[in-house]
């Protein structure tokens, strides 16, 4: 059995709007050493980490709601927010 790719690809959440989606599809952030939160293009960083959907709402929710400083387990500060919210401007309003 080792060896074998699954016929299914690995799914993840959106800690938004709790849809269950493909991995590719959501975009990841982790918490690094010193507790900032930073995105993860390539999904392959260590740390702990969290999904969002690709759209401003969810990002907008989560950063609103704290719900991405509980599911990193950290506290953002100001300057790491301000990155987080600038990058949410580039996104689509709806997927």
């Excluded at 952030?29 to 900032?36: F, H």
Aim: hydrophobic residues 30%; positive net charge.
């Amino acid at each position: 059995m080792t060896g074998e790719k699954s016929k299914y690809p690995p799914q993840r959440t959106c800690i938004a709007c709790r849809q269950v989606k493909e991995k590719k599809a959501l975009i990841r952030l982790v918490r690094i050493e010193n507790g900032v939160a930073e995105i993860d293009v390539f999904g392959n960083k260590p740390g702990r980490g969290a999904y969002l959907c690709s759209n401003k709402i969810c990002w907008e929710l989560a950063l609103k709601k704290n719900r991405l400083e509980y599911a990193l387990r950290t506290k953002l500060n100001e300057d790491n927010r301000q990155t987080l919210i600038e990058y949410s401007h580039n996104l689509l309003e709806e997927s």
